[in-house]
């Protein structure tokens, strides 16, 4: 549909528009998104009994919370966060929410950390409907108890332009495109610990990159101060990467798979690749804060089953590329559409082939290492 630019502005600040769609929208206008106001769920939820969520840009769209809508005739209200570093950081310095969405490799540290409180599933209408193998990861169930709910998957690889790249790398598809000089100045890198200093770590060699020795900590910091002139940008939101690559600003970048998806579904020629020296793979959830308000309790629940409704995960096959936590969600979505976005059915699949993050060692001491190479030390 054809919308004007203030009719635009508006949807996104009722929660009509998820974020993503704004600058998309806004963008085909030929205005810069950014210099217009980007809204919050903070600013567009109607009344403060509705509980705070933590989350990824693009994961408060409406149409993952659509059951929550139907059911409450409101959004809850949401703060969006770049990665969990920042998350973590805010959460421990005071910040209060009731419900965050980290990455597993992530929930072990927040719990030890105090800051998580158990989930009791039973409260989850479509807990039975999770597939299993999610269920399983290790270090989510502890003494008994839960402290993550799975619900979404897949992979941190390169996303490029196979127009602007030498051909070579359509067959010999490698995480050394984004430090081929050849591209210097049109390329970009993850400013997370995760997905910037482990993809380096992953290109080096490093035996195990989440618990590196110290000879592969220095050769992953050599690798970075090689990539940091080469750098257009460190990123920290998929729309960055999308709206440079569809400008040709970027030629390859590090990426989720909603960045691939979402250009592709605009019709640009963009590929995803499956590196030789592996793809990360990972998987996201949610939890139940310490902090939490024990008088939103029952909508913090309502908060996280609506995301796991068959709903919410056709939307998140279709639209953002990523693989749902609920099996039936994957019923409502054809054979040809999941191969067009590089999914399958079988989360096994996809999540063993690539490098499955867990637990970071040394993580203080990687992510001061990350500082110093980005501050040019």
């Known amino acids: 549909m054809n919308y004007e630019k203030d009719d635009i502005i508006e949807m996104r600040a009722t929660g009509q528009m ?33 509980p705070n969520v933590f989350t990824w840009e693009g994961w408060d769209a409406v149409e993952h919370h659509q059951q929550y809508l139907d ?16 998350a973590f950081a805010k959460m421990m310095a005071g910040a209060q929410f009731d419900v965050t969405h980290p990455c597993s490799y992530k929930v072990e540290i927040w719990r030890d950390a105090g800051i998580l409180q158990p989930i009791d599933t039973s409260r989850l209408s479509h807990w039975d ?9 290790p270090g989510m169930v502890h003494e008994g108890q839960r402290y993550f ?7 941190t690889s390169v996303l490029y332009r196979p127009d602007l790249v030498d051909p070579s790398y359509l067959e010999d598809e490698t995480w050394g495109i984004l430090w081929d000089e050849r591209y210097a100045g049109r390329l970009s890198m993850s400013d997370s610990l995760i997905d910037g200093v482990m993809v380096a770590a992953i290109y080096s060699g490093a035996a195990n990159p989440f618990d590196m020795t110290d000879d592969e900590v220095e050769k992953t910091r050599e690798l970075l101060r090689q990539q ?19 400008a040709g600003e970027l030629v390859a970048t590090s990426a989720w798979n909603d960045a691939f998806t979402s250009l592709k579904n605009e019709g640009y020629d963009v590929r995803y690749m499956q590196p030789k020296e592996g793809a990360m793979t990972w998987v996201c959830g949610f939890c139940l804060m310490s902090a939490a308000d024990p008088e939103k309790l029952e909508k913090s629940y309502d908060v996280i089953d609506a995301f796991l409704s068959p709903d919410s ?27 067009q976005r590089g999914l399958s059915k079988d989360a096994d699949a996809l999540l063993n082939s ?7 060692k040394n993580e203080a001491v990687l992510q001061a290492m990350f500082e110093e190479v980005k501050a040019g030390l």
């Open 228 to 246: 940091l002139p080469l750098l257009r940008y460190y990123w920290t939101s998929p729309t960055d990467i999308e709206n440079s690559m569809a």
């Open 71 to 86: 059911k409450y005739g409101e959004l809850p209200n949401f703060s969006i966060f770049g990665d969990e570093e920042e």
């Open 313 to 339: 995960g056709q939307f998140e096959i279709l639209e953002e590329g990523y693989g749902h936590a609920n099996q039936k969600a994957f019923d409502l979505v054809s054979e040809e559409e999941l191969a």
């Open 129 to 137: 409907d999770v597939i299993s193998t999610l269920k399983d990861i």
């Open 18 to 50: 998820s974020r993503r769609q704004f600058h998309a929208y806004m963008a085909s206008l030929g205005a810069v998104a950014v210099t217009f106001p980007v809204f919050t769920g903070a600013a567009r939820a109607a009344a403060d009994d509705h």
């Open 149 to 155: 709910v799975p619900a979404d998957w897949g992979q």
């Open 354 to 360: 690539g490098i499955f993050q867990v637990p970071i």
